[in-house]
């Protein structure tokens, strides 16, 4: 893994593309959205899309490509899905298979590509307004737990919401809400404050994926739609092959974050 | 007291100043924002204008008078502020004096007219949005406490800031937190949410002001800062003669609730 200094999204994928850059992307190209990946068979996009549309909060959709294009023009100039992202993880029936760094032995001319929003511009909006993000600032991963709120289902996709969960003081909680609302694309306003049993989790020292959460005393926990949902949407339906980005290892798009 | 249907600030000050409307302007005239009063000798105007400034979120000023002149162009048409109140409340050095419904025999020529911003323009957003406002549904006065937030003082305005309480479930607290942060006339986003002892409060259920709170299981309590907390702060001033408008019966403007 290399990292560097990269302006822009273009410079980004250029060093995923020869190479350079292997890492993970948070806080790279600040300014610009990053998203979450999902590459799927063309029988299973129409179901997916839908899936997305219907639960914008956990799948905010900023990007689908035609089938067999690994362009995105939309988000990105040059995009070229198999080489642009610094880590893929492949699954195989729901299963976990393969971790790649390009798609060149394994890309189909019935792939479709799809491009979710992610939290980080979120964060980064919140240190830009000195609002404490309790896991940067421990070093650790945000921790994100299986709710009991059903997404909307869309054929063979469906299944739990999954949240990320950042706790603050009431007032940064306030402002972290405030500014979220303004990021429809980073999965917007939040789902859920206060009480985690209300969603159905038992522990918030227990997540189900991500790190232990440093919950400072006085601490409102906030709960956030989470991009691992539709990724989970994908296991469940099992399709025979799919490809997303590898934890942390996002697409950077040309796209600016911008509030609105 | 009567009512009656009032489609604008200047039907319904109209109707104050000529004796047909002496009751709660709540409600009235939906769509155009209500004021809290505050009227000084000129002595303590400059002192006062500077506590609003530095303490926008309890005293969101929307308009201040010349010397002496009972018209607010900047906020109505006409304002005559010596009538077109329903009533108002007279303090002498601090203490609750008489109830009037018109100031012809009080007015002074160098009274100074202060209209601060309050929350029926952002309770009413939220009944919109069918966001439950439970001391509404109740037929409840707002639950009003005293908190250990200092405000800022300016010349002898100070003391502790009051907040305004209302509980919602988790979702509709979110909705609430982002609605009242566009209002920022109506005292704007909260200033806390949750644990009431964190700003002081010991008991939710015996408010300083108002009435006992009607909280729902699973309910966040959200705070937020309270028009009172100017008024408390003249009465700490002890000024010989300060008026202010009888609880609830509000100045209606010609402005137009806007989010901004």
Known sequence: MTTGYYASGTEVRAACRDGRHTGQTSGLAQGFQQGNLAILP???????????VRNPKPAPLLG??????????????????RRDLPRYRVFRNGEPAESVTDLDALWRDDFVSFVIGCS??????LLRDDIPVRHIAAGRNVAMY???IETEQAGPFGGPMVVSMRSFSPRDAIRAVILSSRLPEAHGAPVH??????????DLSKPDFGDVPDIHAGDVPVFWACGVTPQSAIRRARPEIAIV?????????DLRVSMS
């Not at 063309?42 to 997305?52: E, G, I, P, Q, V």
């Not at 689908?64 to 899905?81: N, T």
């Not at 934890?247 to 798009?253: A, I, K, N, Y």
């Open 245 to 253: 980005h590898e934890p942390g290892h996002m697409l950077v798009t």
């Open 146 to 148: 299986v709710t009991n």
């Open 42 to 52: 063309s029988a299973y996009a129409d179901d997916f899309l839908r899936y997305c």
């Open 64 to 81: 689908v490509s035609e089938p067999g294009d690994p362009s995105l023009p939309q988000i990105g100039r040059d995009i070229d899905i």
């Open 120 to 125: 980080f511009s979120f964060e980064t909006a």
């Open 193 to 202: 404050l206060g009480d985690p049993a209300a969603i159905g989790i038992a």
